[in-house]
């Protein structure tokens, strides 16, 4: 019956050794978890629906409004395309004799810059930056009429069209 005892204690002693000894062996890892939930940007731009120009230029100003969570990145207003062919800023009319009549124009940025277009240099207007925002704010530059330089510039005609902008998130 001792016998039976020791072997007993020997086996549970084994036991707590072999557990032990597991129990050294084992690692420990943890995760840390992160949940924002971020607002989504909020912003309004405005453009104004019609400009009409005069002979020294006319202001143009694009607004942007209630601009937050912005998260990096900037509001980004470029132009996207005009009524006119191949995308150049040119307006377009007719003659009291029912002729083509065009007229090109650019913008002349703040900064002393210019944007325009010219489809026998392959000067093109899509895609250039015409405003961008950080925050609620006012851009300003001037729409001018290019009257020097063309055979199809007629007195006496209203020349029209027009051009759409694209306004998204980028990267600031």
């Known amino acids: 019956m001792k016998r039976m005892k020791k072997i007993g204690a020997l086996a549970m002693a084994c ?34 629906d019609s400009v009409t120009l005069t002979q020294e230029g006319t202001e143009m100003s694009i607004t942007a409004e209630d601009v937050a969570y912005l998260d990096g990145q900037k509001v980004s207003v470029t132009i996207a395309g ?65 009257l020097e330089g063309s055979s199809s510039i007629k007195k006496g005609v209203t020349y029209t069209g027009s051009m759409t902008y694209s306004i998204e998130l980028v990267d600031a």
Do not use: H, W
């Not at 084992?26 to 104004?48: C, Q, R």
């Not at 913008?107 to 944007?115: P, Q």
């Not at 325009?116 to 895609?127: K, R």
């Open 82 to 146: 005009t009524s006119a062919y191949r995308d150049q800023m040119v307006l377009e009319g007719k003659t009291e004799s029912g002729g083509n009549a065009s007229l090109r124009y650019q913008f002349i940025m703040d900064d002393g810059s210019v944007i325009e277009s010219n489809a026998g240099q392959d000067i093109v207007a899509v895609g250039k930056e015409v405003a961008s925002f950080t925050e609620n704010g006012t851009e300003t530059f001037t729409v001018k009429p290019v």
């Open 15 to 48: 036991a707590m050794c072999a557990g032990v000894s597991m129990q050294s062996l084992a690692t420990e890892a943890s995760t840390d978890f992160t949940f924002e939930y971020k607002n989504d940007p909020t912003y309004t731009v405005s453009i104004p």
